[in-house]
């Protein structure tokens, strides 16, 4: 049974259309990759999926009910993970976490149970009565999570809960996930980082531009890119010319640059690897390194944009 259901979802602000006609099914007990670099639209997504914001066009369905006529219940099966941690730093853990239960109607041992519970998930509990401001930012991220799951949702929305933080809080955080899914809860998981999304998700969605670019299964988004691998370069000193140069070999598909790093895309790495390393000395270009990845999120990414994740992420923060 599908859980949210988002049909031809459409915003914009002035002239900038930041979601454009986007639809996706999540089913019930399902974690979905919501992939994207930044300024995609994923936020804008999240926050029409999560009632905050009203679509221009589209409709959003939260197990059958209509979010648009049904709000108040459609909130009340939602917990939501926003990108920015919205807490109160002079209060404790424990204190944030009552306040936040309160507002969802928790009350007396229930509350104080789910608050033992929550704390106990986010591998906190010793830190319960530590106010947040000598939190981590790693440990701040994993409270505003808590305060999403208090009231048990039966669908949780994560806009990039792991940016900027510590690798063990990412760690925790990302076994918290699979931990919800295996209890059979819903999430829709948004990130930059292709690795989080092949690691959790069964199903997924892509967007560059507002614009949905891939979706379906894991497996069937990855066949996207066909047999391709990547091979990455380590080098100084490359130029429009070499990448022009390297275009025309036969063995390679693709040829960017991503900082010091050149990226190539092919069906047939070692001929490929030959062919790159070939070109690069004609040009007097001695490579550093050179490591083959087979076809991943990223490969699809490169494969469909012509650009790397991380050049997109330059673009879209301009």
Known sequence: ????????????????????ALSFTVQSGDAFGLLGPNGAGKSTVISMLATLLTPDQGRVFVDGLDAARKKREVRRMIGLVPQDVTLFMEATAEENLRFFGTLYGLRGPQLKRRIAETLEMLGLSAERKTVLEKFSGGMKRRINIGVALLHEPALIIMDEPTVGIDPQSRAHILDMVKNLCRQGKTVVYTSHYMEEVELLCDRLAIMDHGKMIAYGSLQDVRKLAGSFATIDID??????????ALQRESAIGQAVRDGERLRVLANESGAATAQTVAVLARHGLAPRSVAVQVPNLETVFLHLTGRSL?????????
Do not use: H, P
């Not at 602000?13 to 454009?20: E, L, M, N, P, S």
């Open 310 to 318: 991380r050049d997109a992420d330059d673009v879209a923060g301009a």
């Open 235 to 244: 080098v100084t000193g490359l130029s429009d010319e070499v990448l022009i």
């Open 1 to 20: 049974m599908a859980m949210l259901e988002a049909n031809g979802l459409t915003k914009s602000y002035g002239a900038k259309r930041a979601v454009d």
